[in-house]
């Protein structure tokens, strides 16, 4: 499975942003997605995750209320919408990627994904 984030950019405190993660290769369709973020100098954390069938989802408790996780099942894109947007909020976002036969389950640990995209930069000022 190849990923391609996009989406990333500078943004004021309390806007908006909408990252994507376009996933291709064999299996891709049956692939739970994660967004995770990593700002400088602290470990890489996680943001949200959905299944492949798109019906279960879970968040950060950091971004729960303000962030929306989604996916075109069809194209194969997940989508991270962010809104209210906070300086904290700055780092680098991965999207990450695991095939699964349950179209329902969904992971929160970085070690549960085996594939994983190059990041986009948030960045969100004051």
């Known amino acids: 499975v190849q990923l391609q984030a996009s989406g990333g950019g500078l943004v004021q405190a309390g806007g908006s942003l909408r990252l994507a993660c376009a996933a291709s290769g064999r299996q891709s369709n049956r692939s739970v997605m994660g967004w995770f973020r990593q700002a400088p100098g602290q470990e890489r954390e996680f943001v949200a995750t959905?299944?492949?069938?798109?019906?279960?989802?879970y968040y950060g408790d950091s971004v729960k209320g303000r962030f929306t996780v989604s996916r075109d099942t069809g194209k194969n894109i997940a989508y991270l919408q962010m809104n209210n947007l906070k300086p904290e909020d700055t780092a680098v976002y991965y999207c990450?990627?695991?095939?699964?036969?349950?179209?329902?389950?969904?992971?929160?640990?970085?070690?549960?994904?085996?594939?994983w995209g190059q990041g986009t930069l948030v960045t969100v000022s004051s």
């Open positions: 990450a990627a695991r095939f699964d036969r349950e179209d329902t389950h969904i992971y929160s640990r970085e070690r549960s994904y085996n594939y």
């Open positions: 959905i299944s492949w069938g798109g019906t279960s989802t």
